[in-house]
């Protein structure tokens, strides 16, 4: 996917943030987007299983930063493991902000089985989870399951659904479009 439309992702749930809140922020490269689209006004705790995110939003005033603890998956410098899925179990987001390996029918899923755990994890305890899809991975179903769509608040993706897709997206509860700059 190219940068503009993980970019308008991430500005789109950037949007939903309001002061105050505790926030979880999920690993990859659309995550990132999100943590660099905080408004520069926002004050809160971010907590995430991502080196990078936690980068990006290091030493922002006002953001009091958590990471979890455990083994540094090479490439995204994930985090992840039995430490990572108990540091989200501790925690009683606002919202949570989750990626993806796909979204079809049977669900949210991952290619990686540890990330998939602290998923289930940060859906579960926040009071409003949304998942950050691009278009191509609607449709696509990864190895492994997080949960079912009727468990997320919401889907945040750059494109309209096609009729095909239309089916899938329906079972959540709020469908988010993001337009990349571009586009506009």
Not at 94 to 104: K, L, R, T
Request: hydrophobic content about 45%; aromatic content about 4%.
């Amino acid at each position: 996917m190219e940068l503009g439309a993980k970019a308008a992702i991430g500005r789109a749930a950037a949007a939903l943030l309001r002061p105050g809140q505790t926030v979880v922020i999920d690993v990859g490269t659309t995550a990132v987007e999100v943590a660099r689209a905080v408004p520069g006004d926002f004050h809160g705790v971010v907590a995430t299983s991502s080196l990078r995110v936690a980068g990006v939003l290091a030493g922002r005033s006002g953001i009091e930063v958590l990471v979890a603890g455990g083994r540094v998956r090479e490439g995204d410098l994930a985090v992840c493991g039995a430490q990572a899925v108990a540091f989200f179990d501790d925690l009683c987001p606002d919202i949570a902000f989750v990626g993806s390996g796909g979204v079809s029918a049977s669900g949210l899923t991952d290619y990686h089985l540890d990330e998939a755990a602290s998923r289930r994890v940060m859906i579960s305890r926040s009071a409003r989870s949304y998942a950050l899809v691009d278009h191509s991975k609607i449709g696509r179903t990864a190895p492994y399951r997080v949960c079912g769509l009727e468990q997320l608040s919401g889907i945040i993706t750059d494109r309209q659904p096609n009729t095909d897709q239309r089916e899938v997206v329906d079972a959540v509860a709020e469908l988010l479009v993001a337009t990349p700059s571009s586009e506009l």
